[in-house]
């Protein structure tokens, strides 16, 4: 879906460097989040962010931070990536009176 | 605890049979379902909801159905086709929650020709 876009779409890394994962939102929505999906697992929720404002932490944020540089723009970064952190990240968004999410394409990252 | 599972991570059918993928939730407090379809090197994809005060909902081709009584979900795709081949998790929200979906691991369906 066009609509939520994330930038880059591959990325290989080294441990130790800091790298940010970007995502992009045309929809309007004020809620954003960031999941993580590892092969034949669910999605864990790392970060989300009701409006610019405000930041949360999911169920898996260490080693990860976020910001939230407007209304359409919501980046992850890995402060001193590590190989376990190799994962499929997705971005997301949903109104602010629905529960259903809307999700980008996903940035697959490997860390060696 | 509180948590979303699926019985089959695998699905194998034939196109055109109908297929049915189930969901079991732990939580009784959640009155709000999700069923989301993800297709290879995708992101997932709404398909269709139910809240806690039905029972069915009927989408094209898919129907959800939820039990409450023993807390039970499944999505009925009816004549598939190879073009539902896909990852489909269901997803619960808490009645008063913070909107915050709990994702299952999915199901993997395969459609043969």
């Known amino acids: 879906d066009a609509d939520v876009t994330q930038t880059p779409r591959n990325r290989i890394t080294k441990t130790g460097k800091r790298i940010m994962l970007e995502c992009s939102q045309t929809k309007g929505h004020d809620r954003m989040y960031w999941y993580r999906q590892d092969p034949g697992l669910g999605l864990q929720l790392i970060y989300y962010?009701?409006?610019?404002?405000?930041?949360n932490k999911g169920e898996i944020s260490d080693g990860y931070s976020v910001s939230r540089q407007a209304q359409a723009k919501f980046s992850l970064s890995l402060e001193s990536a590590i190989p376990n952190q190799t994962a499929l990240y997705f971005c997301?968004?949903?109104?602010?009176?629905?529960?259903?999410?809307?999700f980008g394409p996903g940035t697959r990252l490997l860390v060696l | 605890g509180e948590s979303v599972g699926l019985h089959l991570p695998t699905l194998s059918v034939q196109e055109g049979d109908n297929s049915i993928i189930n969901c079991a939730y732990s939580?009784?407090?959640?009155?709000?379902f999700i069923w989301y379809k993800q297709e290879s090197g995708k992101g997932p994809q709404f398909i269709i909801d139910i809240r806690s005060n039905m029972d069915k909902r009927q989408g094209q081709r898919v129907t959800v159905l939820l039990n409450k009584t023993v807390k039970h979900l499944s999505l009925q795709i009816a004549a598939t086709q190879p073009g539902d081949s896909a990852v489909y998790f269901c997803a619960e929200n808490r009645e008063g929650g913070s909107y915050i979906p709990t994702f299952g691991r999915g199901t993997s369906l395969i459609v043969h020709p």
């Open positions: 939580n009784s407090a959640s009155d709000y």
């Open positions: 997301a968004t949903s109104d602010l009176l629905s529960e259903t999410q809307y």
């Open positions: 962010s009701f409006d610019v404002k405000d930041i």
